[in-house]
């Protein structure tokens, strides 16, 4: 079926949002420390969309591409477990920098602020040092290596397969974790929960 005439290609990244332990925090540490703007802190007392109270901060921060990481400092349903460190497989954000220099300038200054950071890490196309902020996010600071489109033109083209062939190593076991209706790739597991369910997700996450 032909995509609507008015179905656009999605072709950037508006904004990211997390949870946050506290503001001033946070706006600490992204402002003062990591250089973004602090472009907007919204103060807010109904979940959006409904009628539902839930008084909260949504703070935006602005990259120098103009677009934005959010943070919701929500204390009402916050956890001390939300703000444990996270596995970078769950979950972390990677920063470009233009240069080797700027990445290794930027590793002194978080490291001077108190925060540890490793790196940098040859990935060969990219190169990266990593950290956290804190409320537990992996962040990354990476820069292009010489290598890097090369690298990524090669990898496009061998991508599919390299899915197909993952996929055959590891559908058993995927199975045994989740079922087979759970990886299903036309999305079943999504059919499986009821619109209400994932509306109410939506609402108190």
């Known amino acids: 079926?032909?995509?609507?005439?008015?179905?656009?290609?999605?072709?950037?990244?508006?904004?990211?949002?997390?949870?946050?332990?506290?503001?001033?925090?946070?706006?600490?540490?992204?402002?003062?420390?990591?250089?973004?703007?602090?472009?907007?802190?919204?103060?807010?007392?109904?979940?959006?969309?409904?009628?539902?109270?839930?008084?909260?901060?949504?703070?935006?921060?602005?990259?120098?591409?103009?677009?934005?990481?959010?943070?919701?400092?929500?204390?009402?349903?916050?956890?001390?477990?939300?703000?444990?460190?996270?596995?970078?497989?769950?979950?972390?954000?990677?920063f470009e920098t233009?240069?080797?220099?700027?990445?290794?300038?930027?590793?002194?200054?978080?490291?001077?602020?108190?925060?540890?950071?490793?790196?940098?890490i040859d990935h060969d196309f990219v190169q990266s040092v990593y950290f956290f902020d804190p409320n537990g996010y992996a962040l990354e600071i990476t820069h292009k290596t010489g290598h890097h489109d090369a690298v990524l033109i090669k990898e496009e083209h061998a991508a599919r397969g390299q899915i197909a062939e993952w996929t055959a190593r590891t559908r058993a076991r995927k199975i045994e974790l989740f079922g087979a209706a759970a990886i299903d790739a036309r999305c079943t597991a999504l059919r499986a929960s009821p619109p209400a369910t994932r509306k109410s997700r939506l609402e108190s996450s």
Request: glycine share 6%.
């Open 98 to 120: 233009d240069s080797a220099e700027s990445m290794l300038a930027w590793k002194e200054k978080i490291a001077a602020a108190g925060d540890f950071i490793f790196g940098p």
């Open 1 to 94: 079926m032909p995509a609507p005439a008015a179905l656009r290609p999605l072709e950037t990244i508006h904004h990211l949002a997390l949870r946050c332990r506290d503001a001033e925090q946070t706006r600490w540490f992204y402002e003062d420390i990591l250089g973004l703007k602090l472009a907007a802190a919204l103060s807010l007392e109904k979940s959006p969309g409904t009628e539902n109270d839930r008084p909260f901060l949504h703070l935006f921060l602005e990259l120098g591409d103009g677009n934005y990481i959010a943070f919701f400092d929500e204390p009402g349903h916050a956890k001390p477990e939300h703000f444990e460190l996270k596995d970078s497989f769950d979950i972390h954000i990677a």
